[in-house]
């Protein structure tokens, strides 16, 4: 008996750390077991040959909300091949209305709900003896599995019998999950891992009630026994992993967890892993913030869920949050200049209307984290959420990933609006390549918030959202804008700062050097903007620079640049005063920030 265990991800460096669990579970068996993964950008062809070419007698496929939709086609396309395939499915996107999913998708035979492991090694077991007819020595590794064990004795099961009838058996209980086996135990002999990113859980369960979120399920966290966590911490170190992001639905739930962790990653440090966790910013002790500071620039990235700012939003989602606490944390953290981080907003929430919203988004903004995601609310099958839609009045997609469309407070159109400041939060914010000339820019709006609502504008009159960009173009794209504000162009007034301030001309040059020196600080030029100032009549400054900065180095010529320029940029982008103070920038391409990838700077004055 083959049996297949399917994934299609969102993306090429994401893994499915699901499947690998599931094998190792069943590691007894895995002589009988292939794993694949693929993505989303797939063709569906592509996908049924990879099938086709294992023969599977048994196919299981891992099901979100991300690839739901590919799954359907491609099961009912295969069991058209391969009539007598059995196809399993699991994951949250099937859980939860099992028998309704399997009435209407008769490609499919059954679904594992909940926890799968242990119901997937009791399929597998099953599987064998229905092959070898009979327990005998042929199907020697299931010698544990009950004799006549049948699919109804498989707790977490939902399936579909001979006669096209659907059986619901009983629910399995929670697992230890200090007994599960690590999933990656062999990562040399999987060898499938470079260049992806490693998901990794030390708990399950979440202490939070958020409505949006199935965790919240689960009324509470179960952790993995930390001498465990170091012993497998420590493979993924020895095989010097680019990247483990921990799936832990709040990693510093527990003081004395997060710290052991994050202190074994200090000591252990090789100098390339990185480690990326969700917390709570407000739970962040003390002792933790203190243990943070020390860490390795680039070693450890910290994603916080701030969702909104709104006190009637955060109380009807069930979310408790201090928000002072998370300012003040997340500052600290700032102050390290060692961690990166990244706060999540999210749009479509009960009572949030787009007034609202945008408030969130300038109070999260202030905190300047290193990326500022803003989501749209998903109405996922299971949660408390969905139970809500009529009170508030939310419509969302009928089809994956089931994003907001409208709310009681939030009609389709100021959405609309939202999903293009969210386009250009993404390009211009989180990029993280506009780093001095955003800060000089915000200060002319009313708002940041503002500012990117009057970009949008820009962008959508001069069909700019419908372009495809080239790196280049998005640096002069934002200076035309600023040019645009200047010129008092009708339409943009409404968003200017309210203290008097205005886009002018001398404002513009000084906008066009800090975009400039963004420009340099990430890559030597191959072309230049069109508002960059000509460096010919510098060249023999440059050459003379050059050779007392390259002295006594091999050819460096190739990873230098240098800029001539006329204002204090560090003035203009820290407080936003023009002054004059003409110079020189060295901009050298051989060492990098980790946190951002900014090149090595040394000014010089003319």
Avoid at 523 to 539: L, N, T, V, W
Wanted: hydrophobic fraction near 40%; charge should be negative.
């Amino acid at each position: 008996m083959k049996l297949l265990l399917l994934a299609i991800n969102a993306k090429y460096i994401h893994t499915n750390p699901a499947l690998y669990a599931l094998r190792q579970y069943a590691r007894d068996y895995a002589e009988h077991i292939v794993l694949r993964e693929y993505t989303i950008n797939h063709e569906p062809d592509a996908i049924l040959k990879g099938i086709y070419e294992v023969h599977p007698q048994v196919l299981c496929v891992s099901c979100y909300i991300w690839n739901i939709r590919m799954v359907r086609e491609i099961i009912a396309d295969y069991r058209k091949i391969d009539p007598s395939v059995v196809i399993y499915l699991g994951g949250p996107e099937v859980s939860y209305d099992a028998r309704d999913f399997l009435l209407t998708n008769p490609a499919a035979d059954g679904i594992l709900v909940g926890e799968g492991d242990a119901t997937f090694r009791e399929l597998v077991e099953y599987h064998l003896m229905q092959e070898a007819g009979q327990r005998t020595q042929e199907c020697r590794a299931v010698q544990q599995a009950p004799a006549g064990m049948s699919r109804e004795d498989i707790r977490g099961l939902v399936f579909r019998r001979e006669d096209g009838t659907i059986c619901e058996n009983e629910l399995r209980e929670l697992l230890d999950f200090a007994a599960l086996p690590f999933p990656y135990a062999d990562m040399k002999a999987l060898g499938a891992f470079e260049h992806k990113i490693i998901y990794y859980e030390t708990s399950r369960g979440c202490p939070f009630s958020c409505c949006y979120c199935l965790s919240s399920v689960e009324k509470r966290v179960r952790f993995r026994a930390l001498e465990l966590v170091r012993q497998e911490l420590q493979i993924f170190l020895d095989n010097r992993v680019a990247q483990v992001k921990f799936v832990d639905r709040t990693f510093n739930c527990n003081e004395q967890h997060a710290l052991a962790i994050w202190q074994y990653i200090k000591e252990h440090d090789n100098g390339v892993t990185n480690f990326h966790f969700e917390i709570a910013a407000d739970l962040l002790t003390q002792r933790e913030m203190e243990l943070l500071r020390t860490m390795r620039p680039g070693l450890v990235q910290l994603e916080i869920g701030i969702q909104s700012t709104n006190p009637q939003t955060i109380e009807a989602i069930h979310r408790r949050m201090d928000l002072d606490k998370v300012r003040a944390a997340v500052a600290a953290v700032r102050e390290g200049r060692n961690i990166h981080q990244h706060l999540d907003l999210i749009a479509g929430l009960p009572y949030e209307d787009y007034t609202s919203f945008a408030r969130s988004f300038n109070e999260v903004y202030a905190m300047r984290p290193d990326q500022l995601q803003l989501g749209f609310l998903k109405v996922l099958k299971g949660s408390a959420m969905h139970e809500m839609t009529a009170e508030h009045e939310i419509q969302y997609k009928e089809e994956p990933p089931y994003e907001v469309l409208s709310t009681k407070y939030l009609p389709y159109a100021e959405v609309l609006r939202l999903k293009e400041v969210e386009e250009l939060t993404e390009v211009y914010y989180n990029s993280g390549q506009f780093l001095c000339s955003l800060p000089f820019l915000e200060r002319y709006f009313a708002s940041p918030f503002a500012m990117y609502e009057a970009l949008a504008a820009y962008y959508r009159s001069n069909g700019l959202f419908e372009v495809k960009h080239s790196r280049l173009a998005r640096y002069e794209s934002l200076y035309r804008f600023a040019e645009e504000c200047a010129n008092g162009t009708a339409g943009h007034e409404v968003w200017m700062s309210e203290d008097g301030r205005r886009l002018d001309e001398t404002a513009c040059r000084v906008l066009a050097e800090l975009l400039m020196f963004d420009f340099c600080s990430r890559e030597k030029p191959k072309s230049r903007p069109f508002f960059a100032e000509s460096q010919d009549a510098y060249r023999e400054q440059w050459r003379q620079y050059r050779r007392s900065y390259s002295e006594g180095m091999q050819d460096v010529s190739g990873q230098l640049a240098m800029e001539h320029f006329y204002y204090d940029l560090q003035k203009a982008s820290e407080t936003g005063e023009i002054e004059e103070k003409e110079g020189f920038v060295i901009f050298d391409y051989r060492e990098r920030e980790p946190l951002h990838g900014i090149c090595r700077i040394s000014r010089k004055e003319a």
